[in-house]
């Protein structure tokens, strides 16, 4: 059986955001069983749901009422990976820094205020039917299956990631060697694009892995296959929008931000949740 889990005491982290390069500051506060993980600024709140998430391609955004959340994704990946069911994230400023484009120093704040068995059961949501939600070749899709696991696959016409895929099924331990450290990347021709359009003001060379056609401009990469590693990241920050994973075997590729969270739609409207009774 599972059971939900808070941290031991509060933790801080800051930093610059990709997208707004503004300086923000992230506090991580212990909270009771059933809260869930809620996002506040001065007296607002927003609930980390997949009814408040606005996709793009890019990142996602967390908005309900006036307080939005940019660029919440590597944080709720940890959190999810590490399996911290409830928790306050007080947010000063307007985006969650992307400190070094990977979700391990978040993993390590949580490491440091430890984490706690609160031995109240989880809900889980079981996938009780095939669910695909595609666009264009690019598509994320459920079958019903007794485990979670996820898996997912990239292709991109650079030599230097050409064709991945990795999967995973969750383990705490396994998060923090597998998935954690893969850090965002992207080609150097889609640099000044985004730069022009107003984004990615805060990236660097220090917080995303870039590459050309053919080789990475900053290497070492921290592990083989780290591009789809960060892919696996990123859907486990977006699908943790659900409250839980979903339980079922999870095939993305080629997706997106949008696509993971129409995925979620999906699967919030067709799969409900139970309590994990299970032995
Ligand atoms: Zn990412």
Redesign the pocket.
Known sequence: MGSQHTIARAVHRHGIGLHTGQESKVTLHPAPPHTGRVFRRGEANLPATVAVAIPSQL?TLLTHGELTVRTP??LLSALAGLEIDNVWIDLEGPEIPILD?SALPWVNAILEAGRINQSIPKTIRPITQPITIWEGDAFVSAIPSPEVRLTYGIEFDSAAIGTQWVSWSPSVDGYIAAIAPAR?FTLAKYLEPLRAAGLIQGGSLNNAIVCDDQHWLNPPLRFELEPCR??L??LI?DLSLLGALPQGHIVAYKASHTLHSKFAQAVQLQCPPVVDNRQ
């Open positions: 990142s994704e590597h484009g965002t960060h892919k990241l990123d920050g």
